[in-house]
């Protein structure tokens, strides 16, 4: 098979990236039966169930084990040459399911497996570094998160040493050709929420590999946190709103509510001034019953400041407090991306001037495909605001 170096390749014309990004919210809403040898993600926290597939050079996660996927039209075949996806029967695309990684067979001088470390998510490296949570197993659980689940398993470890993070991150480099890290972490008690604890695993990390890192924390207490984590060497930031819906978002993540989305303002606002425009992102989350109209507004305004919105169909997490819940249709991702992906375009705040992170690999959302097919459609990069209500 081929690596992630040798598949990825930039969407080359405006009518293939409109395809791609069709396809992308298609397979993230129904998932795609395996009928080839595959390595996969079980479940837990980040890109949970969790195929990793490259479809003609664009990344892409998409459910294969989730119950529902059992009544999808969509399917990965092994071909005489490589691998195509096929819609019932009919050959839609060319594809690459993801190689095992290298480094996933080798362990540390303690005998830890690299894989319990940190985990590639196709050319990205990931790992949450506190895999507890003050809020799991109690009344402040967020019902989308999986981090416990992970760590129930015996798939990873509690806590990540940033020595270990920086050993995994340069064999991830050398061996597998990972191109970037994201650290992300369970909230803390404490006043930075657990964002010095990232920082110190971020630089460890960036001192060893070289490798551009974002790290991913709550709102701390303090924002001068903010400029210590960025003094840290830290390249991007997510800090997660998850929905711009109040009410969604008090009854699917109680603490953030409390936190309350004009917090996460400010932290934006004070992140951008120390990482620049487009480092910083947030997580908005579709399919969770929140008011369409209240998460384009508010991915407008988080724009308007230079935050970009990584805007992702909810992935069911097997083990969660919504495993039972169905991925949003195909149709209310693609509109709502589609009202959002032109803002990014024409602030210019696009995925491929993201420098690590969740925003930069893009396999998650549609969000990168629609982009390119916009900028390849209008290369100026002007016109491109839709009327309102479109």
């Known amino acids: 098979m081929p690596t992630a170096e040798e598949v990825r390749s930039p969407i080359r014309t405006a009518e293939d990236g409109d395809r791609i ?144 993070l920086a050993e995994v991150a340069v064999a991830a480099k050398k061996y597998d050709g990972a191109v970037d890290v994201t650290l992300t972490t369970g909230s803390t008690y404490g006043k930075d929420r657990g964002a010095l604890y990232v920082g110190k695993c971020a630089k460890a990390v960036k001192d060893a590999s070289g490798l551009p890192v974002e790290i991913q924390f709550e709102p701390p207490e303090d924002l001068s946190v903010i400029d210590r984590v960025h003094e840290m060497g830290a390249d991007s930031l997510g800090i997660h709103v998850e929905t711009f819906d109040p009410a969604v978002l008090a009854r699917i993540a109680p603490p953030k509510a409390r936190t309350g989305i004009e917090r996460y303002f400010e932290a934006w606002e004070h992140a951008v001034k120390r990482f620049g425009e487009g480092q910083v992102t947030t997580y908005v989350i579709l399919g969770m019953g929140e008011d369409p109209e209240l998460i384009v507004e508010g991915c407008k305004r988080a724009i308007d400041i230079g935050v970009y919105p990584f805007i992702v169909p909810l992935r069911p997490v097997p083990g969660s407090l919504m495993a039972d819940v169905m991925p949003p249709t195909s149709a209310y991702t693609d509109r709502i991306a589609r009202q959002v992906a032109p803002y990014l375009v024409e602030r210019g705040l696009t995925a491929d001037k993201v420098l690590a992170g969740c925003a930069r690999c893009q396999a998650c959302s549609p969000l990168g495909a629609i982009e390119q097919s916009l900028q390849l459609a209008s290369p100026s990069g002007r016109k491109l605001i839709p009327v309102s209500g479109a």
């Open 21 to 164: 990004a069709r396809l992308i919210v298609e397979l993230q809403s129904r998932g795609i039966k395996i009928n080839t040898e595959f390595e996969r993600r079980p479940g837990g926290a980040g890109p949970s169930d969790a195929g990793m597939i490259w479809i003609e050079g664009t990344p892409l996660t998409v459910p294969v084990d989730a119950a529902f996927v059992e009544g999808t039209p969509y399917t990965l075949e092994a071909e005489d040459v490589g691998f195509g996806i096929y819609h019932n029967g009919n050959r839609v695309a060319s594809a690459a399911p993801s190689n095992r990684p290298t480094f996933y067979d080798m362990k540390t001088a303690d005998g830890t497996p690299y894989w319990h470390i940190a985990l590639m998510h196709l050319d990205s490296l990931a790992s949450t570094v506190l895999q507890t949570c003050a809020y799991w197993g109690n009344d402040d659980q967020c019902k989308f998160c999986g981090i416990g689940v992970s760590l129930d398993s015996g798939s990873t470890i509690k806590v990540k040493r940033p020595e270990q």
